[in-house]
Structures are given as structure tokens and as C-alpha cells.
């Protein structure tokens, strides 16, 4: 939970050349479980980076509890707090299209807080931590997803 932006920030950091610009999804669940991950993506300030966090004010994994997101607690206003200048609230669908199609040269990191609804999506991920693995480390182009490609 919350750490997309900080393993995004690792590679950033490592000087890992093949990553051009970065979108990271979260969850506003999963941002408000590491808040710090915020002032870490301001103070390093990459300009290729966007955080979309999908907002539903719940832990929606966890048995649908009120997240701080359904109370008071504004997730952009958080994050503005913390030092990310660019962070908007998504409109619509044509305001999520005017932010998202940015130029990275023009700077960044930018995040956007878009509001969700709570019901659970038509499919949900694997939750099989080999699986994910094996699907990460394809991803990366290493070739080697481990046991499951045996």
C-alpha cells in the first residue's frame, strides 16, 4: 500500500535509463497508509512522473471501511501541503484529457485526484504473490518470471 511511488523513486534514483515518464495509480487507501511517499516525489521533484490516485473515500480491499478521504481529508490538498504544486482535482473526462496529455519536458511531478465510486471493479487482480512476481519481472523485459515459467 502507498509504495508505487516510493519503488517508482528507487528506480529514479538508481538512474534506471529506460524509464521515459512514469503514471502511477493508487488508490487514495493506499496514499493515505504512506503520506510520507508525498513529500518524497516533492522534494525530489522528477519531472516524469504523474500519480493518479482513484479516490472512493474507502479501504475498499480491506471490508469497505471509511477511509480519512471520506471524511474531511482532502487527498490533493495533501498532497499541495506537501509540496506538489501540480495537483489537481479531474472534472470530467475532457479535463482528465487536457492534464494527462502534458508534455514531461514541461515539469513535473504532477498528481491527480480523481473521485471514484465504491463499487468493486468487474475483475480484480491476482492476488497470488508468485503470479505477480512472474508478471513483474516479464514486465521489466528480464525474461525470467521464475518458477511459474517452468
Known amino acids: 500500500m502507498g509504495w508505487a511511488e516510493t519503488f517508482l523513486q528507487t528506480l529514479k534514483k538508481n538512474d534506471v535509463r529506460f524509464i521515459t515518464y512514469v503514471i502511477a495509480l493508487e488508490g487514495d487507501g493506499s496514499i493515505l497508509m504512506n503520506l510520507g511517499c508525498l513529500a518524497t516525489i516533492a522534494n525530489l521533484k522528477p519531472r516524469n512522473l504523474t500519480v493518479i490516485i ?5 479501504y475498499q480491499i480491506t471490508g469497505k471501511q471509511v477511509a480519512a478521504t471520506g471524511g474531511l481529508t482532502d487527498i490533493v490538498a495533501v498532497a499541495k501541503g506537501a509540496g506538489i504544486a501540480s495537483s489537481y482535482w479531474v472534472r470530467d473526462e475532457a479535463h482528465f484529457e487536457s492534464l494527462i496529455d502534458r508534455r514531461f519536458d514541461e515539469g513535473g511531478p504532477v498528481l491527480l485526484g480523481v473521485k471514484i465510486n465504491d463499487k468493486p471493479g468487474a475483475t480484480q487482480p491476482p492476488r497470488d504473490p508468485a ?20
Open 54 to 58: 482513484l479516490d472512493n473515500g474507502l
Open 131 to 150: 503470479l505477480v512476481r512472474s508478471h513483474f519481472m516479464k514486465g521489466l523485459g528480464t525474461g525470467r518470471g521464475g518458477v511459474l515459467d517452468a
